[in-house]
Protein backbone atom coordinates (compact mmCIF):
# COMPACT_ATOMS: atom_id res chain seq x y z
CA UNK A 1 0.00 0.00 0.00
CA UNK A 2 1.41 3.49 -1.11
CA UNK A 3 0.66 6.14 1.88
CA UNK A 4 2.17 9.15 -0.25
CA UNK A 5 4.62 10.37 -2.48
CA UNK A 6 8.28 7.64 -1.81
CA UNK A 7 6.60 5.63 1.11
CA UNK A 8 5.08 2.14 0.72
CA UNK A 9 3.77 0.46 3.45
CA UNK A 10 3.66 -3.18 3.70
CA UNK A 11 2.70 -5.87 7.00
CA UNK A 12 5.08 -9.14 8.14
CA UNK A 13 2.64 -10.45 10.88
CA UNK A 14 2.91 -7.81 13.14
CA UNK A 15 5.30 -5.95 12.20
CA UNK A 16 4.92 -2.70 9.99
CA UNK A 17 7.00 -1.79 7.10
CA UNK A 18 7.63 1.19 5.61
CA UNK A 19 9.76 1.18 2.21
CA UNK A 20 11.16 5.12 1.59
CA UNK A 21 12.30 6.03 -1.39
CA UNK A 22 13.64 9.19 -2.52
CA UNK A 23 14.61 12.10 -0.40
CA UNK A 24 14.22 12.81 3.00
CA UNK A 25 14.72 16.62 3.61
CA UNK A 26 13.40 19.80 5.16
CA UNK A 27 10.24 19.59 2.62
CA UNK A 28 9.70 15.97 2.76
CA UNK A 29 10.48 15.13 6.21
CA UNK A 30 6.86 16.18 8.50
CA UNK A 31 5.07 14.94 5.64
CA UNK A 32 6.78 11.23 5.96
CA UNK A 33 6.64 11.74 9.74
CA UNK A 34 2.87 12.15 9.73
CA UNK A 35 2.24 9.88 7.39
CA UNK A 36 4.12 7.13 9.48
CA UNK A 37 2.87 7.88 12.53
CA UNK A 38 -0.97 8.13 11.58
CA UNK A 39 -0.50 3.97 10.00
CA UNK A 40 1.09 2.45 12.97
CA UNK A 41 -1.68 0.30 14.11
CA UNK A 42 -1.56 -0.15 18.20
CA UNK A 43 -1.16 -3.95 18.16
CA UNK A 44 2.24 -3.53 15.80
CA UNK A 45 5.00 -4.83 17.68
CA UNK A 46 7.08 -2.54 16.03
CA UNK A 47 7.82 -0.22 12.86
CA UNK A 48 10.88 -0.97 10.24
CA UNK A 49 11.76 1.79 8.10
CA UNK A 50 13.67 0.85 5.11
CA UNK A 51 15.80 3.63 3.35
CA UNK A 52 17.39 0.82 0.88
CA UNK A 53 15.64 2.92 -1.68
CA UNK A 54 16.29 6.39 0.25
CA UNK A 55 18.78 8.79 -1.72
CA UNK A 56 19.38 11.20 0.33
CA UNK A 57 19.12 11.67 4.25
CA UNK A 58 19.65 15.82 5.96
CA UNK A 59 19.54 16.64 9.41
CA UNK A 60 15.37 17.12 9.10
CA UNK A 61 15.24 13.30 8.24
CA UNK A 62 17.57 12.30 11.05
CA UNK A 63 15.61 14.53 13.50
CA UNK A 64 12.25 12.68 11.50
CA UNK A 65 14.13 9.22 12.75
CA UNK A 66 14.49 10.01 16.18
CA UNK A 67 11.15 12.00 17.25
CA UNK A 68 9.63 8.74 15.14
CA UNK A 69 11.98 6.02 17.80
CA UNK A 70 10.52 8.06 20.58
CA UNK A 71 6.75 8.28 19.85
CA UNK A 72 6.62 4.64 19.28
CA UNK A 73 8.88 3.70 22.27
CA UNK A 74 6.76 5.64 24.37
CA UNK A 75 3.97 3.29 23.28
CA UNK A 76 5.85 0.30 23.76
CA UNK A 77 6.86 -0.56 20.38
CA UNK A 78 10.19 -0.92 18.07
CA UNK A 79 12.05 0.37 15.63
CA UNK A 80 14.28 -0.60 13.58
CA UNK A 81 16.06 1.53 10.33
CA UNK A 82 17.50 -0.65 7.18
CA UNK A 83 20.58 0.80 5.67
CA UNK A 84 22.61 -1.15 3.24
CA UNK A 85 26.37 -1.64 4.52
CA UNK A 86 28.05 0.42 1.87
CA UNK A 87 25.35 3.22 2.07
CA UNK A 88 26.77 6.41 2.47
CA UNK A 89 23.75 7.21 4.42
CA UNK A 90 25.22 4.65 7.13
CA UNK A 91 28.46 7.00 7.70
CA UNK A 92 25.71 9.64 8.49
CA UNK A 93 23.78 7.34 11.06
CA UNK A 94 26.94 6.77 12.51
CA UNK A 95 28.34 10.34 13.00
CA UNK A 96 24.38 11.03 15.02
CA UNK A 97 25.04 7.65 16.53
CA UNK A 98 21.87 6.50 15.78
CA UNK A 99 22.57 2.92 16.45
CA UNK A 100 23.16 3.76 20.25
CA UNK A 101 19.23 4.33 20.13
CA UNK A 102 17.80 3.01 16.85
CA UNK A 103 19.49 -0.18 15.65
CA UNK A 104 20.48 -0.53 11.84
CA UNK A 105 20.49 -3.33 9.91
CA UNK A 106 21.45 -4.45 6.49
CA UNK A 107 18.35 -6.17 5.84
CA UNK A 108 14.23 -6.34 6.21
CA UNK A 109 14.66 -9.63 7.25
CA UNK A 110 16.91 -9.31 10.37
CA UNK A 111 15.01 -6.11 11.06
CA UNK A 112 11.53 -7.55 11.23
CA UNK A 113 13.68 -10.84 13.06
CA UNK A 114 14.96 -8.90 15.53
CA UNK A 115 11.74 -7.20 16.46
CA UNK A 116 9.82 -10.54 17.09
CA UNK A 117 12.59 -11.74 19.14
CA UNK A 118 12.43 -8.49 21.44
CA UNK A 119 8.90 -8.86 22.38
Do not use: C, W
Not at 45 to 59: A, H, K, M, P, R
Not at 63 to 69: C, E, H, M, Q, T
Not at 81 to 88: R, S
Amino acid sequence: MTIGPGVRLEQDGEVVIAHVSGEIDLATAPVIGEQLSDVIPNKALGLVVDLTETSYLDSSGISLIFDLAERLRRRQQQLRLVVPEDAPMRRVLRIVDAGGTIPVLATVAEATSEIRDAA
